[in-house]
């Protein structure tokens, strides 16, 4: 079983920056890739960045790309999210998800499991 536990939401103002974290417990994630994905209200729930454990490879949204920046500690178990210059449509729910594959995906189903999410509040 993975236990997945976000942290670090909140509201900030238009331009600003929020590190979320993601505590991971209960398994080796050697062999995992874990994803960040968002669900504004009324709105599906979309793919945000992903990182190959094992290699530290990253993957991003179009949105998000050259402003979101991904990364591990090994150590501590956690994955991060680091944003910056942050929009008022950047609002969400963030949630933390876990495939114990090691590969990409952009797909939300291709996630075994999951956080219980922290929201994202920017205002404009």
């Known amino acids: 079983q993975v236990q997945l536990v976000e942290s670090g939401g909140g509201l900030v103002q238009a331009g600003g920056s929020l590190r979320l974290s993601c505590a991971a417990s209960?398994?080796?994630?050697?062999?995992?890739?874990m994803g960040w994905f968002r669900q504004a209200p009324g709105k599906e729930r979309e793919f945000v960045s992903s990182i190959i454990w094992s290699d530290g490879s990253t993957d991003y949204a179009s949105s998000v790309k050259g402003r979101f920046t991904i990364s591990r500690d090994d150590a501590k178990k956690t994955v991060y999210l680091q944003m910056n210059s942050l929009k008022p449509e950047d609002t969400a729910v963030y949630y933390c998800?876990?495939?114990?594959?090691?590969?990409?995906?952009?797909?939300?189903?291709?996630?075994?499991?999951w956080g219980q999410g922290t929201q994202v509040t920017v205002s404009s």
């Open positions: 998800a876990a495939r114990p594959i090691v590969g990409h995906s952009q797909n939300r189903n291709g996630y075994a499991y």
């Open positions: 209960g398994r080796t994630f050697t062999w995992y890739t």
